[in-house]
């Protein structure tokens, strides 16, 4: 069963486009936060995962080669629907997952917990969660935990996105003081000419 649209769905597109981090290489800060979420719920399985379009992307992944996969099968795409931890013990009783091709097929999602990486307007990006093999749950403990590291994922993106967004600034910054040293240098040879001119009018 594929999630229902969020709210504001072109707008939270829009707000996830705008941290220019998917398709990015790994960082090791994203690497270790999903390393930590997987080590904490005790979870094969950890991804930081962002929800586009068509698709989820993994910014970060723990226990699995997958880069991507189509929004239609994501998990995510229903976490990022409320604003606490989603937990799916069995996904083989969930009536949205049992005919999921991730619990049907490899790697067979049994237990799903995913924390909403939700900015701060509100707009859930995607979520980091963990899966793991067998039917389980989380103790109270791991989901705060858990939560607590979506927070920190969160916190990195802004610093990411404010660092980028610093960068650009400086570089546009530079872009207008050498025009600006062009135009003064432009002048200065203008004027000069004009200067000669003047001189040679004076001296005929």
């Given at each position: 069963m594929q999630a229902p649209t969020?709210?504001?769905e072109t707008r939270r597109l829009e707000v996830l486009w705008q941290y220019d981090v998917l398709d990015t290489v790994p960082e090791e800060?994203?690497?270790e936060l999903a390393d930590l979420?997987?080590?904490i719920c005790e979870a094969p399985i950890a991804l930081i995962s962002l929800v586009d379009e068509d698709r989820q992307w993994f910014k970060a992944?723990?226990?699995t080669t997958l880069k991507e996969t189509s929004r239609d099968i994501s998990f995510c795409a229903h976490a990022i629907l409320d604003t606490d931890v989603m937990i799916v013990p069995d996904a083989t009783k969930d009536e949205r997952f049992k005919q999921n091709s991730l619990v049907t097929e490899k790697?067979?999602?049994?237990?799903?917990?995913g924390a909403p990486l939700i900015t701060?307007?509100?707009?859930?990006l995607g979520s980091l969660c963990v899966m793991d093999k067998v039917p389980r749950t989380l103790r109270p403990q791991q989901e705060q935990a858990l939560?607590?590291?979506a927070r920190h994922v969160m916190t990195q993106l802004e610093l990411r996105r404010h660092a980028k967004e610093l960068q650009q600034t400086k570089r546009e910054h530079?872009?207008?003081?050498?025009e600006l040293d062009q135009a003064r240098s432009a002048v200065s040879r203008l004027e000069g000419q004009l200067g000669k001119k003047a001189g040679a009018r004076r001296l005929g």
């Open positions: 969020p709210k504001h800060v994203f690497d979420a997987a080590l992944r723990v226990g790697p067979k999602i049994r237990f799903y917990a701060p307007d509100g707009h859930a939560q607590s590291l530079a872009r207008l003081r050498k």
